[in-house]
């Protein structure tokens, strides 16, 4: 059990690091001592958090569409 939990830490560390930037949020929330402040940094993280889902979206999109192009080629696709 242990094996499994030290794997999967692991594997949600490196998710981190590859899709946020903590150091840099860590270093925002230290700034933010006042109201402001701390309303620009939700702000940020709503845009940011927008702007991933939206590449995300386009991305499927885009395989889609792929996926249909070579349906289309091999002749496998149905009017």
């Given at each position: 059990?242990?094996?499994?939990?030290?794997?999967?830490?692991?594997?949600?560390?490196?998710?981190?690091?590859?899709?946020?930037?903590?150091?840099r949020y860590r270093r925002l929330l230290a700034e933010a001592v006042d109201e402001s402040r701390r309303m620009?940094?939700?702000?940020?993280?709503?845009?940011?958090?927008?702007?991933?889902?939206?590449?995300?979206?386009?991305?499927?999109?885009?395989?889609?569409?792929?996926?249909?192009?070579?349906?289309?080629?091999?002749?496998?696709?149905?009017?």
């Amino acid at each position: 059990m242990q094996g499994t939990a030290r794997e999967s830490r692991g594997r949600g560390m490196r998710e981190r690091r590859q899709g946020f930037d903590y150091e840099r949020y860590r270093r925002l929330l230290a700034e933010a001592v006042d109201e402001s402040r701390r309303m620009a940094l939700i702000n940020l993280l709503i845009e940011e958090r927008a702007r991933d889902r939206l590449a995300a979206c386009l991305t499927s999109e885009r395989n889609t569409a792929t996926a249909m192009r070579i349906a289309e080629v091999l002749g496998t696709s149905r009017p």
